[in-house]
């Protein structure tokens, strides 16, 4: 997502480093980058063109804030205008629209293919979160197997799901409501047929479903890959039905972003959604500051701890750190952790909300690293629980069957072993307030940079940036 705007971006930055004053010829040439950047982006032309005279207007003689070089004070009128771009005069997230009287109806629309049968177990999920009883129903009468899908989806996010099989849209949604308000539901999700915008008579029914349901937030799903005829299909849509807000989905496969930067200035209403990946919690609430910050590489802590504390278990992490300073920490342990850290999502993706890595994470092999820990997994998970919980147990024999049955050799089965032992007496000497040499993470080993494949000059100089606390 943005991964290839948020490098040209940091490019043109570092072009103004070295600088003492702010001279309008070095803006110039950055803003020249900048704007080549948005529009190989997929940015409209014309939002590029007043996003970049706003750029010009701030930054050519502007004070230097106390404590910037010239180029971050670029980056922070760059990154100033991203926000407003993104956010409009309102910089934060925008709510849904829930009515003041159960039931709300929330009405999905768009194309077909957008993603709006997912969206909609994703949105069931999300309103669950937040105690919240959600029902699902079925108004999509033209995709075979689209109800089918909606009750597979639903079963998954523990959500009731209402149809009528193939009957009248309008009259699937009216009763929908009805059940809702019967059974206790407070918010009914409306999972329309997808439609071309150009389409009347299918736009017509979707005008006919609003009029029968009176739905307190319409919410229109548009693929973030089709770039710029998202935000076509999105004017189009909001002058047929008054659209409230947008959810981009499958914006982790688009590089670009052009549609996210493009649909608020264009169409002039928020962004409420993205959807970062295909499982059904991979859903983020869309801030305007936050979207800023990754795109020109700052990060997004925020969002990562908030990741954080939805994935991890506080219960979990208090019995842990009883073991860590009784020094009992084992492998059983370290598969939970690892676990619970695969809930934060892809490393990648992780890492890159944390400041200051956006432009270094190319100097670290994550494919190495991964491939490591995937190894050190695959030779526990090879392991007995008795095992795991008393590596003592580990003599030669039961080492070439942990050998065997992960794929691997005695000798990784060896370096694992050491490597775990190494980091359980660094806890110990934590615990105690003493500090013995930093031990290696299981499963990394040094390291090797990408520049320096064969691990000469003393491995990655990259270290990853959690502090001992």
């Known amino acids: 997502m943005f991964e290839s705007l948020s490098d040209k971006l940091q490019a043109a ?131 075979p197997a689209a109800i089918k899908q909606l009750q597979v989806v639903g079963e998954q996010v523990k959500t009731p799901v209402f149809t ?14 009805a059940w809702a308000k019967a059974n206790n539901g407070d918010t009914v999700i409306l999972d329309t047929a997808g439609r071309l915008h150009i389409d009347e008579a299918l736009m017509d029914e979707l005008k006919n479903i609003r009029e029968a349901t009176q739905p307190s937030e319409i919410l229109l799903v548009l693929d973030a890959m089709t770039g710029q005829d998202a935000v076509n299909v999105a004017r189009d849509f909001d002058e047929a039905l008054s659209v409230g807000g947008f959810v ?30 295909e499982k059904l919690d991979a859903l983020e609430v869309f801030h305007p500051d936050r979207m800023a910050g990754r795109i020109l590489g700052m990060g997004d802590v925020l969002t990562l701890i908030e990741k954080a504390e939805a994935a991890l278990d506080e219960k979990k992490a208090v019995e842990m750190e009883k073991k860590l300073r009784a020094g009992k920490f084992d492998f059983e342990d370290y598969l939970d952790q690892m676990e619970q850290m695969k809930r934060l999502g892809p490393l990648d993706q992780i890492l890159k909300m944390i400041p200051g890595l956006g432009n270094k994470l190319q100097d670290i092999d994550l494919d190495q690293n991964q491939k490591q820990l995937a190894h050190f997994e695959a030779i526990v998970r090879s392991m007995t629980k008795q095992e795991r919980r008393d590596p003592a147990l580990l003599n030669g024999s039961r080492r070439r069957r942990i050998a065997l049955g992960s794929g691997t050799t005695v000798q990784e089965v060896n370096k694992v072993l050491n490597q775990f032992d190494q980091m359980r007496q660094m806890m110990r000497g934590m615990a105690s307030g003493k500090m013995p040499g930093m031990a290696p993470m299981p499963g990394h080993g040094p390291g090797k940079s990408k520049k320096n494949k064969k691990g000469k000059g003393g491995g990655n100089r990259f270290r990853m940036p959690f502090g001992r606390g």
Not at 263 to 277: A, H, M, Q, T, Y
């Open 13 to 143: 930055f570092k072009r103004l480093r070295g600088s003492g004053t702010l001279k309008e010829e070095d803006v110039t040439a950055a803003l020249r980058e900048i704007r080549l950047a948005l529009l190989e982006a997929d940015v409209n032309f014309k939002v590029v063109k007043d996003f970049v005279a706003r750029v010009r207007e701030r930054a050519v003689g502007e004070n230097i804030l106390d404590g910037l070089n010239p180029a971050q004070q670029v980056v922070k009128v760059v990154h100033d205008e991203m926000v407003n771009l993104l956010g409009g005069e309102d910089a934060a997230a925008t709510p849904l629209q829930l009515a003041p009287r159960p039931p709300s109806v929330i009405m999905l629309c768009g194309l077909q293919g957008a993603g709006k049968t997912t969206l909609a177990a994703k949105l069931a999920m999300h309103l669950r979160k937040q105690g919240r009883s959600p029902v699902l129903a079925a108004c999509d009468v033209q995709r």
């Open 164 to 177: 009528l099989g193939v009957a009248d849209p309008v009259r699937i949604a009216r009763e929908a409501v």
């Open 248 to 277: 981009l989905t499958k914006i982790d496969g688009d590089a670009r972003g052009g549609a996210a930067i493009s649909i608020r200035s264009v169409v002039g209403k928020p962004i409420k959604f993205v959807g970062i990946g």
